[in-house]
């Protein structure tokens, strides 16, 4: 892919939007995807494809407006869709819309990982899916009970090796097969309730991780550890001595089992919740089934769902990967290796390119209000839903709205995509998609003008706000980004 765009000012709490925005403070409402309307037009949108004459203020009685007097109103259906940390905060901001907004979430998880316990699993195990991104988001949406979160503290604990002084600590940087908080995501996020995340956490600016530490893109930056894009090996295509045989797409997921004294500990590194649901998936015939229980255990305020039936391979086109060849474009295999490969992303793929979509996942992308991408691992965490041909062909049809949040910054896969670049890319892989809202941190998206040029062309609107954690870190605040989204997916937008 050839990327080709670059791309906040501080109103308050209530987003802002970025049209031809008029003067600075501006604080009309959004207009219509696209159409910006004359400074000082307050007028909203009414029901999709309709906006009505100007000033007319009818509203929607679908999701989230009442509707006649004494009639209730019903949640509005989003369908929130990436993996990681990235996920996670999508799925807690949607949480926290509540009481103000009554949501019914369903997040569409990515099942490309094979890095950490997820790659050991899938190597080791054949597992069906990988199950580190399912397990955050099922975290992510678990109750405030007690003894719910109990078991979330549970699901997040990863094994340390025998013989570490606290082996509740976890295994973070005691085992090289270890990740702390989740397989991946959006880095530097603060892990579920009750969880610290472990100091050298990367994150989305690109902090560094501790040895052993998954980043944000999946990646765990192991000293000495050889990848596809890193060394040359079979960079071209070929297979290596650590790629799944007849798995293509995997690249090299991580077999190594972590050792104490010449012992191997095979549970080392393995986060508890990913082991429950490989057993849980072994169990059951359905893995919709088996989220779904998973589900109950944590009293998940919503439904997880993956992308595909069973797990897939993604790999990618990168320019200077090798750094024998910088000039060259090298096939990387994997999502680890795609992760943290050097160069320049030429394409993105998924292995098999035409899985089986979870029939759940089309059904909830059919009935929604709103489909709802990012933030999170641009290659490896949001585009794959584009690549699926079931899922794209439904989130095309689906008479939803949709809303992009971008990330804070870029992640190594990304790193010189501009924020409008990002934006093109959605287009680049899936050039039917249409987007009603882009919504960005204003002091993170630095210059709007190409920003807004780059949502325009998608037929969206760009909406600035407060999205970040206070300490100025490049992370999403939950709670911001929720106060953000209440008016935009609520009857008020």
């Not at 719910?148 to 570490?164: C, E, K, S």
Request: proline share 9%; hydrophobic share 40%.
């Amino acid at each position: 892919m050839t990327a080709q765009h670059a791309g906040p000012s501080d109103d308050a709490r209530r987003p802002t939007e970025v049209g031809h925005a008029g003067p600075p403070g501006d604080a009309r409402r959004p207009t219509e995807a696209g159409h910006a309307g004359p400074p000082g037009d307050a007028r909203r949108p009414t029901e999709a494809g309709h906006a009505g004459p100007p000033g007319e203020v009818r509203r929607p009685t679908a999701a989230g407006d009442a509707g006649p007097s004494g009639q209730e109103r019903r949640p509005v259906k989003v369908v929130a869709f990436g993996g990681g940390h990235g996920l996670a905060a999508s799925l807690r901001a949607l949480r926290l819309c509540s009481p103000r907004l009554q949501v019914d979430i369903t997040a569409v998880v990515t099942v490309g990982d094979n890095g950490g316990s997820s790659g050991r699993l899938r190597a080791e195990r054949d597992a069906q899916l990988p199950p580190g991104d399912l397990r955050m988001a099922l975290a992510a949406l678990a109750d405030d009970d007690p003894a719910h979160q109990t078991t979330v503290r549970l699901m997040q604990h990863r094994f340390a090796p025998v013989g570490n002084p606290d082996r509740r600590q976890g295994a973070t940087a005691a085992t090289p097969a270890g990740d702390e908080a989740g397989e991946r995501g959006e880095p530097g996020q603060q892990d579920e309730p009750g969880q610290r995340g472990q100091p050298g956490q990367q994150d989305e600016a690109g902090a560094q991780d501790e040895p052993g530490q998954q980043d944000e893109a999946g990646a765990r930056d192991e000293p000495g550890q050889r990848d596809e894009a890193g060394d040359g090996a079979a960079a071209a295509g070929g297979a290596s001595a650590g790629e799944v045989g007849g798995k293509d797409g995997w690249g090299n997921v991580d077999r190594r089992i972590a050792s104490l004294g010449g012992k191997h500990d095979p549970l080392a590194g393995h986060a508890v919740g990913n082991l429950l649901l490989l057993g849980l998936l072994e169990l059951m015939d359905d893995p919709v089934e088996a989220l779904a229980h998973a589900g109950k255990m944590v009293g998940a305020q919503g439904r997880v769902l993956p992308m595909a039936s069973h797990a897939v391979g993604i790999e990618a086109d990168v320019r200077g990967a090798d750094p024998a060849r910088p000039g060259d474009v090298v096939t990387v295999r994997g999502q680890h290796a795609v992760a943290i490969a050097s160069g320049h992303v030429e394409a993105v793929r998924i292995v098999p390119p035409s899985p089986p979509a979870c029939q759940a996942a089309l059904d909830a992308i059919r009935d929604a209000d709103w489909l709802i991408f990012g933030p999170g691992s641009w290659y490896t965490s949001v585009l794959p839903h584009l690549l699926v041909p079931e899922l794209a062909a439904a989130i095309v049809a689906s008479p939803a709205r949709r809303l992009v949040t971008m990330n804070l910054a870029a992640d190594n896969e990304t790193l010189g995509l501009s924020v409008a670049e990002h934006l093109d890319a959605l287009h680049w892989y899936l050039p039917e998609l249409r987007i009603d809202v882009v919504l960005a941190d204003a002091k993170w998206v630095g210059e709007p003008d190409p920003v807004h040029h780059a949502a325009e062309a998608l037929g969206a609107r760009l909406v600035l706000a407060p999205l970040a954690v206070a300490d100025g870190s490049p992370k999403h605040d939950p709670e911001s980004l929720g106060s953000a989204l209440v008016p935009l997916l609520g009857p008020d937008r």
